[in-house]
């Protein structure tokens, strides 16, 4: 078992920032690839960002194309923890935001049926 939460959503206006953390517990953390999901009012949950551990010394991170460079994941093994650094904040991206982990692919999974734990959500909202 996986128990994840998340932390740091909040209100920013349009072209601000926002850092998400997601902490882990219960598995070896660097097993596990992570990522980040997103559900809008109305819409399904979407994969935004995705991040495994090579291996090696090395990680290999996707991105869903609406956020490509403008966002970050990164991931601290040590600390068990998975961020989601949100630049250039826009309205379409007020969503709630979900951690997610599952197991290490080939690639980084972009369906949620790949992943196995869910935290509970934080909630983004952008003002125009």
């Known amino acids: 078992q996986v128990q994840l939460v998340e932390s740091g959503g909040g209100l920013v206006q349009v072209g601000g920032s926002l850092r998400l953390s997601c902490a882990a517990s219960?598995?070896?953390?660097?097993?596990?690839?992570m990522a980040w999901f997103r559900k809008a009012p109305g819409e399904e949950r979407e994969f935004v960002a995705g991040?495994?551990?090579?291996?090696?010394?090395?990680?290999?991170?996707d991105y869903a194309d609406s956020v490509k460079g403008r966002f970050t994941i990164s991931r601290d093994n040590p600390k068990n923890t998975v961020s989601l650094q949100m630049n250039s904040l826009k309205p379409e991206d007020t969503a709630v935001y979900y951690c997610?982990?599952?197991?290490?692919?080939?690639?980084?999974?972009?369906?949620?049926?790949?992943?196995?734990?869910w935290g509970q959500g934080t909630q983004v909202t952008v003002s125009s």
């Open positions: 991040i495994r551990w090579s291996g090696s010394y090395t990680y290999y991170a």
């Open positions: 219960g598995r070896t953390f660097s097993s596990l690839a």
């Open positions: 997610a982990a599952g197991p290490v692919g080939l690639r980084i999974g972009t369906f949620e049926y790949q992943y196995d734990y």
